[in-house]
C-alpha cells in the first residue's frame, strides 16, 4: 500500500519560514518523479515545486527563489523548504508522485498524492 505522509504545516507571520516533509512507503522513492502542489479556497490546484529522479528542480514563478525543494532517497523523503513567506502561499500542501515516462517527468496523471497539510500565513 502507498503512502504519502505531510508533515510540516502551520500557521506563520509574513515574512516567516516553514519546512513540509513527505514521507513515501510503498513505492520505490528514488524511481518516482516527486513534486511539491497547492490548493488555495476557491482556486485551482497548482504545481509549486517539483524534483525529478535525477534531481533537476523547478519552480511556480510565484515561488522561485524563496522555495527550496529536495529529497533523501536513503529516507524515502521529500522536503519543501519555505522562506519568506506570504499571505498568498496560505493553501493546502501537497505531496505527489508521479512515474516517469521513459527519462521524462511531466506531472499530469500524478500516480499518488498525500493527504496534504496546510499552510497558513498571516500579514
Known amino acids: 500500500q502507498v503512502q504519502l505522509v505531510e508533515s510540516g504545516g502551520g500557521s506563520v507571520q509574513a515574512g516567516g519560514s516553514l519546512r513540509l516533509s513527505c514521507a513515501a512507503s510503498?513505492?520505490?522513492?528514488?524511481?518516482?518523479?516527486m513534486a511539491w502542489f497547492r490548493q488555495a479556497p476557491d482556486k485551482e490546484r497548482e504545481l509549486v515545486a517539483r524534483i525529478e529522479t535525477k534531481g533537476n528542480t523547478g519552480y511556480a514563478d510565484s515561488v522561485k527563489g524563496r522555495f527550496t525543494i529536495s529529497k533523501d532517497n536513503a529516507k524515502n523523503t521529500l522536503y519543501l523548504q519555505m522562506d519568506s513567506l506570504k499571505p498568498e502561499d496560505t493553501a493546502m500542501y501537497y505531496c505527489?508522485?508521479?512515474?516517469?515516462?521513459?527519462?521524462?517527468?511531466?506531472?499530469?496523471?500524478?500516480?499518488?498524492w498525500g493527504q496534504g497539510t496546510q499552510v497558513t500565513v498571516s500579514s
Open positions: 505527489a508522485a508521479d512515474a516517469p515516462s521513459g527519462p521524462w517527468c511531466f506531472y499530469r496523471n500524478i500516480d499518488f
Open positions: 510503498g513505492i520505490t522513492f528514488n524511481r518516482y518523479c
